[in-house]
């Protein structure tokens, strides 16, 4: 349902410039560094938005890719740590069939133990 109002707002926004645009046909100076030319407006204002949505996308691309690769890192660091639960489990059924109390341990990291 959000994809839908999204895409909604975005035709909406898309005939809103278009009509912008036609109505502005004009042309109009556009500055460079290195000169000057003269545009219609049309293009001017098409290109605007052209350059705006890629822009955007591009940033949305990155901030996604980057948020995909944090997930992965953190099921992996997940997988590693279910890992050393089942361990410990096994180890504490091993201790109650074998009735002995073990001594209180603190695991600061997977390898090492005090």
């Known amino acids: 349902m959000k994809i839908q109002w999204l895409i909604l707002i975005g035709?909406?926004?898309?005939?809103?410039?278009?009509?912008f645009a036609v109505v502005n046909v004009?042309?109009?100076?556009?500055?460079?560094?290195?000169?000057?030319?003269?545009?219609?407006?049309?293009?001017v204002i098409l290109a605007s938005?052209?350059?705006?949505?890629?822009?955007?996308g591009v940033?949305?691309?990155?901030?996604?890719?980057?948020?995909?690769?944090?997930?992965k890192a953190l099921q992996?660091?997940?997988?590693?740590k279910e890992s050393l639960i089942a361990t410990q489990q096994n180890?504490?059924?091993?201790?109650?069939?074998?009735d002995v109390v073990p001594e209180a341990m603190v695991v600061t990291s997977e390898t090492e133990r005090i």
């Open 11 to 19: 035709l909406v926004f898309a005939v809103i410039i278009a009509l």
């Open 26 to 43: 004009d042309p109009v100076p556009v500055n460079y560094m290195f000169g000057t030319a003269q545009w219609p407006l049309i293009l």
């Open 49 to 56: 938005a052209l350059l705006g949505f890629l822009l955007s």
């Open 59 to 71: 940033f949305a691309l990155v901030r996604t890719y980057s948020l995909q690769r944090k997930v």
């Open 76 to 80: 992996k660091e997940i997988a590693v």
């Open 91 to 98: 180890e504490i059924a091993e201790y109650q069939k074998a």
